[in-house]
């Protein structure tokens, strides 16, 4: 069965300290990748993707995520993060060509000031 | 550009209740259309997608129902709400001609009392 599990649930972290948050993925076939963010009060919305091609794709506000096909990973990571960067984060995995978006569980980042 | 309307914001039924939750899209035609639902420390769950009218498929066996009517509506029904129905239910779409990530409402937050 398809699934994606993300290693954390909760980070807390200083301003100004790296970030990395681990996604792994179970699912046959070729797969698209996504991370998406929850920021307080608001909707859920992209933070980047990876359809193919280079696999150390850039997203917005500095955040980045390298896919890993031998591993079935794709980390995201900030090289310093910001009190703004506070949120929970999705990684997401749809089959190229399907319907069906699966979810991690999902990682509450609190960035201290 | 999607958009994609989501109503109502929040909604308290009592137990028993019927429900019916309403999303309707513009900006696209043909969208594949999902229902999720959000819950802390679970990440995003599907219940149900749509590839077209009439075309449902349920992810998750439970007290819900959804319906596709028209092209761009996609209705989440229920004829006794139970209280484990509680939780935010997000609407999305995405496009299904192109590779593209997933686009949501702004969710329903449903209370059952």
């Known amino acids: 069965a398809q699934s994606v599990s993300q290693h954390n649930h909760h980070v807390i972290l200083s301003e100004a300290a790296s970030l990395e948050l681990g996604c792994n993925y179970s699912?046959?076939?070729?797969?698209?990748l996504f991370w998406y963010v929850q920021y307080p009060g608001q909707h859920l919305q992209l933070l980047l993707k990876?359809?193919?091609?280079?696999?150390l794709v850039k997203g917005i506000k500095g955040f980045e995520a390298e896919f890993i096909k031998s591993k079935f990973s794709f980390n995201l990571r900030k090289p310093s993060v910001q009190w703004s960067d506070t949120a929970e984060y999705f990684c997401?995995?749809?089959?190229?060509?399907?319907?069906?978006?699966?979810f991690g569980a999902g990682t509450r980042l609190f960035v201290k000031a | 550009s999607q958009t994609i309307h989501q109503w109502p914001a929040t909604l308290v039924q009592p137990v028993g209740s019927p429900l019916s939750l309403e999303c309707t899209v513009e900006?696209?035609?043909?969208?594949?259309l999902y229902w999720y639902r959000q819950a802390a420390g679970r990440g995003l769950q599907l219940l149900f997608y749509?590839?077209?009218?009439?075309?449902i498929s349920s992810e998750v066996p439970q007290n819900l129902s959804a319906s596709r009517p028209q092209d761009r509506q996609f209705i989440l029904s229920s004829k006794k709400l139970l209280l484990s129905d509680s939780g935010f239910y997000l609407c999305?779409?995405?496009?299904?001609?192109?590779?593209?990530?997933?686009?949501f409402g702004n969710g329903t937050r449903l209370t059952v009392t």
């Open positions: 990876y359809f193919s091609g280079d696999p």
């Open positions: 749509s590839v077209g009218i009439g075309q």
């Open positions: 900006g696209t035609s043909n969208p594949n």
């Open positions: 699912y046959g076939g070729t797969v698209n």
């Open positions: 999305a779409q995405l496009d299904s001609l192109h590779n593209s990530p997933l686009h």
């Open positions: 997401a995995v749809t089959g190229t060509g399907g319907f069906k978006t699966i």
